[in-house]
T-cell receptor
Framework: EPEVTQTPSHQVTQMGQEVILRCVPISNHLYFYWYRQILGQKVEFLVSFYNNEISEKSEIFDDQFSVERPDGSNFTLKIRSTKLEDSAMYFC??????????FGPGTRLLVL | TQLLEQSPQFLSIQEGENLTVYCNSSSVFSSLQWYRQEPGEGPVLLVTVVTGGEVKKLKRLTFQFGDARKDSSLHITAAQPGDTGLYLCAGMRRSNDYKLSFGAGTTVTVRA
């Protein structure tokens, strides 16, 4: 069964450094998303992406964040200058239409 | 403000017993999804419900979407230790609003 994959599974970085989290969505899906989950808290929406542009973003998704679909298969989340509070699990998700989103296994980001 | 309230927060039962988890809101949702999440992993989709009053069954799991599309329930019959996990509900407010709002989850423990 097709699934969303994410790399790396874990990332440790120093505060102020840039990180890029990578995702390969399910191949025939058209909508792509990033969510994050701070330890012990709810899963929170960051951004949705369709037709090569952001369709919606949350207030968390400030100028430090960007997303890109550099080719036909990858979908990336870049954090330009990481802060301690960016430490979280980051989940990529994809959907064919509006109803059902499928999530990847996540990248655990630790900012020191 | 909690958009989706899940109850109970924790549930511990003996193998073979039944359990019900609730997901409530004052808002109407165009669709609602139930996920199960293991520690350190991504949410795994169980079901999507879109029609008010809809009932879906997945083996021993029964999902119901309220008539007014403001609430949902997950019922597990004859629970087994393998049902242990964190159950999340997530809703989409409008069909053209692709972000999911998650509940805080219900941690279910089934004792052998």
């Amino acid at each position: 069964e097709p699934e969303v994959t994410q790399t790396p599974s874990h990332q440790v970085t120093q505060m102020g450094q840039e990180v890029i989290l990578r995702c390969v969505p399910i191949s025939n899906h058209l909508y792509f998303y990033w969510y994050r989950q701070i330890l012990g808290q709810k899963v929170e929406f960051l951004v949705s992406f369709y037709n090569n542009e952001i369709s919606e973003k949350s207030e968390i998704f400030d100028d430090q964040f960007s997303v890109e679909r550099p080719d036909g298969s990858n979908f990336t989340l870049k954090i330009r200058s990481t802060k301690l509070e960016d430490s979280a699990m980051y989940f990529c998700a994809s959907s064919r239409g509006w109803e059902t989103q499928y999530f990847g296994p996540g990248t655990r980001l630790l900012v020191l | 403000t909690q958009l989706l309230e899940q109850s109970p927060q924790f549930l511990s039962i003996q193998e073979g017993e039944n359990l019900t988890v609730y997901c409530n809101s004052s808002s109407v949702f165009s669709s609602l999804q139930w996920y199960r999440q293991e520690p350190g992993e991504g949410p795994v989709l169980l079901v999507t419900v879109v029609t008010g009053g809809e009932v879906k069954k997945l083996k021993r799991l029964t999902f119901q979407f309220g008539d007014a599309r403001k609430d949902s329930s997950l019922h597990i019959t004859a629970a087994q230790p393998g049902d242990t996990g964190l159950y999340l509900c997530a809703g989409m407010r409008r069909s053209n609003d692709y972000k999911l709002s998650f509940g805080a989850g219900t941690t279910v423990t089934v004792r052998a």
